[in-house]
């Protein structure tokens, strides 16, 4: 069982540049989201989805797109990488008011 | 706004030695509160959903409660394995699957 799968595992970016954090799930879930982890804080929501071709804002939107094309993907887009958006990306998925199933993240470095 | 708080920080216990994590919760209306374990480098891994006061569950050597304020993982004669980071998380009602996390605990359990 894949589950959720993210891609890259690690990436380093210079301010200014761009980059999409891939998020895919083989669980047929509706419900789609993206947090990050920054040490002494709670993992925070940046954006989710309540099915394909709807997104929201969460709490920690700003500097990321996101879109929602298929009901297995959800791309997290970085427009113009900075020194702030260094953190662990995860992906989580799951059914409505179900438990979330996470990936196993990615850790992007901003220089 | 909802809030969690985990405490302690961290935890080191002597195996066998049973002890108890806190969560302290508010939110406008609960729907649910969930316990996660972490282990380094990999994404939160779901154990409980607990949704009204009084509830218990359990799992191993794992269990926890839910009052109207806090909720408790308590950990009964630990072995080194469960060593990991142990996460809380609230569901806001109306709000899907949207979650709002403590900072966690980091359990250490030495031979």
């Known amino acids: 069982n894949a589950g959720v799968t993210q891609t890259p595992k690690f990436q380093v970016l210079k301010t200014g540049q761009s980059m999409t954090l891939q998020c895919a799930q083989d669980m047929n879930h509706e419900y789609m989201s993206w947090y990050r982890q920054d040490p002494g804080m709670g993992l925070r929501l940046i954006h989710y989805s309540v099915g394909a071709g709807i997104t929201d804002q969460g709490e920690v939107p700003n500097g990321y797109n996101v879109s929602r094309s298929t009901t297995e993907d959800f791309p997290l887009r970085l427009l113009s990488a900075a020194p702030s958006q260094t953190s662990v990306y995860f992906c989580a998925s799951s059914y409505a008011n179900s438990p979330l199933h996470f990936g196993n993240g990615t850790r992007l470095t901003v220089t | 706004e909802d809030q969690v708080t985990q405490s302690p920080e961290a935890l080191r216990l002597q195996e066998g030695e049973s002890s108890s994590l806190n969560c302290s919760y508010t939110?406008?209306?609960?729907?649910?509160l969930f316990w996660y374990r972490q282990d380094p480098g990999k994404g939160p891994e779901f154990l409980f959903t607990?949704?009204?006061a009084g509830e218990e569950k359990e799992k191993e050597r794992l269990k926890a409660t839910l009052t109207k304020k806090e909720s408790f993982l308590h950990i009964t004669a630990p072995k080194p394995e469960d060593s990991a980071t142990y996460l809380c998380?609230?569901?806001?009602?109306?709000?899907?699957?949207?979650?709002?996390f403590g900072t966690g605990t980091r359990l250490q359990v030495m031979l």
């Open positions: 998380a609230v569901q806001a009602a109306g709000t899907a699957s949207k979650l709002t």
């Open positions: 607990l949704y009204s």
């Open positions: 939110v406008s209306g609960l729907r649910g």
